[in-house]
């Protein structure tokens, strides 16, 4: 089984070591200090009391690989789009795509059932460039829940987790999202095949939806956000928002919103993804995250005036900052 992970950070990272250590033949498409770190020193990934360091191939040339099984894009949302052409080397006939992103992902309504089957999303897939480039038969969902970071070049530090939920958009228990799911679980991953893996996605997209931009727009952290009432009051405005747009949909919320802000609030004084992009002058990755959520509401004709305000203030923050175009 041949597996490329495209965008080996933090998540890529820990992904194509443990990979690695179960003697998959793994190669991970990396740029920069990191990627000429791990070249150098090997891939690094601290786990526990434990370090151990791999040797996967590593370049930032994908014609150098070859057709891949498998090809999971661990990039954020808004650079994937810039890496389609890049990436056609990897596709062989049979080859499928894991979308590793967090938000709403571009295939979203290929295989659903309804009035909406095969809709393309612009604000996630802008003139279609995956839908068209990578193809949607391709694709398998993917929501990811481990926290990990980059120490240093080629070093990755895990924090937490090793979850990783696989979907076919149509949920079928194919003979191939099988074959990932065995691969991740003998390195030491928990990967569950759902027939539901929408549901899944918007549980995850429901909390960084909300908490994601508010907290660019304030600084504060999970247990801030949540802990003060108005700032709360927003979360769970746009969550209800949000919900309404989920169920038009068909999706399945097993939790209530406040379980859902709750448990946000019990990770504690933890910075979003938005956050730390903002600080750090990173892209923000609010399209998938909020504006797609917008684009949805237009879609099954519902208003999303909390949503649509926030999106509006954290585009102009961003744009300010230089994190958004």
Known sequence: MKICIYGAGAIGGYMGAELARTGVDVSLIARGPHLKAMRENGLKLRIGDEEHVTHPTCTDNPADLGPQDFVIVTLKAHSVPNVVD??????????????AVNGVPWWYFYGLEGDFEGR???TVDPGSVQWNGIGPERAIGCVVYPACEIAEPGVIQHTSGNKFTLGEPNGEKTERIQKLSQALMAANLKAPVRPRIRDEIWIKLWGNLSFNPISALTSATLEQ??????TRAVVRAMMVE?????????????????KRIDGAAAVGAHKTSMLQDLELGRP??????VAA???MGVLVGMKTPTIDTVLALVRQRARIAGCYQ
């Open 120 to 122: 393309r999303m612009e």
């Open 293 to 295: 959520v917008s684009e």
């Open 242 to 258: 949000a919900q309404a747009i989920g169920e038009a949909l068909g999706v399945k919320f097993p939790v209530t919103v406040d």
């Open 86 to 99: 890049a990436m056609q080397p990897l596709l062989g006939p049979d080859t499928a795509v894991v979308t």
């Open 284 to 289: 923000m990755e609010i399209d998938a995250l």
């Open 225 to 230: 956000i949540a802990g003060d009432d108005g």
